[in-house]
């Protein structure tokens, strides 16, 4: 069974940091590119960091110098590292795996930044 499941999230004080992990199954994981996205309520999904199979990062502005991704490819997972966090980081992140048109969706998991 294919699967993405995030993990890590919760509720932070502005200036603080989180870890958010995402453990892959049912796939080979390391010929996925692996990204994180976010949503808050009301707004669109967007794109917050993607790595690829030879390790190439992109961040989007928002959170460029403060997010770090990562991918352990031995253990099927992918991380985000998010540092000095702000409310307006607040929101679902997803994790999603894809290679050529496949697209696969985790859950999601809710990151609340606030004082």
């Known amino acids: 069974q294919v699967r993405l499941v995030e993990s890590g999230g919760g509720l932070v004080q502005p200036g603080g940091s989180l870890r958010l992990s995402c453990a892959a199954s049912?796939?080979?994981?390391?010929?996925?590119?692996m990204a994180w996205y976010r949503q808050a309520p009301g707004k669109q999904r967007d794109l917050v960091a993607t790595?690829?199979?030879?390790?190439?990062?992109n961040y989007s502005d928002s959170v460029k110098g403060r997010f770090t991704i990562s991918r352990d490819n031995a253990k099927n997972t992918v991380y985000l590292q998010m540092n000095s966090l702000k409310p307006e980081d607040s929101a679902v992140y997803y994790c999603?795996?894809?290679?050529?048109?496949?697209?696969?969706w985790g859950q999601g998991t809710q990151v609340t930044v606030s004082s």
């Open positions: 790595i690829t199979t030879g390790g190439t990062i």
């Open positions: 999603n795996a894809a290679r050529g048109v496949t697209r696969i």
């Open positions: 049912g796939i080979i994981f390391n010929i996925y590119v």
